[in-house]
């Protein structure tokens, strides 16, 4: 359950595919603030307020607008696909929409994992992962700018976190 006096954000992701590949999250100023592998979810708390975070497997990337409030929780899906993972999906749970519903199946299909996030940084100092890095953020920025609906696709919203006692229901609230 999300803090009082912070927001709860929780990716998702639901096909094992492998779990020695991490699917990294990442702030504004590019640091690893969370990781899947795996069948798996994990959590980060983040300051409420406006953030832009990253999300990227191997050289695949999306930026993820948010607009958090404290004490709610917002639920993320990433979905790796292709020849070995190099496509990335992402769906945020959007209030009014299938997302939302949809979220709380994908959190029962899923169980926690929570990276070390030392570790995580390290293996992104890697040049491997640098160069990875570099082909996702470039791709991730090219889409910003030449999908016509972006922000309106991949933004979170306020109305879209889960209430504190709408989040007690989600296995994310354990």
């Known amino acids: 359950m999300a803090p009082e006096d912070g927001a709860l954000l929780v990716f998702v992701r639901r096909r094992f595919l492998n779990k020695v590949n991490h699917l990294f999250i990442l702030d504004e100023e590019q640091l690893c603030i969370a990781a899947t592998r795996g069948k798996t979810h994990t959590k980060v708390v983040m300051e409420p307020g406006r953030h832009s975070v990253f999300a990227f497997f191997r050289k695949s990337g999306w930026w993820i607008n948010l607009e958090l409030e404290a004490g709610r929780t917002y639920v993320i899906r990433t979905r790796p696909e292709g020849a070995y993972g190099r496509h990335l999906e992402i769906y945020p749970a959007v209030r009014g929409e299938a997302t939302f519903a949809e979220s709380e199946e ?37 889409r910003r700018e030449s999908i016509a609906d972006y922000d309106a696709r991949f933004t979170v919203g306020v109305e879209d976190g889960r209430t504190r006692e709408e989040a007690i229901e989600l296995k994310a609230g354990e």
Do not use: P
Not at 113 to 121: S, V, W
């Open 106 to 142: 994908w959190l029962a299909e899923t169980k926690l994992y929570q990276a070390d996030l030392a570790e995580m940084t390290r293996k992104l100092e890697k040049r491997k992962w640098r160069r990875r890095y570099a082909t996702a953020l470039a791709q991730g920025d090219e």
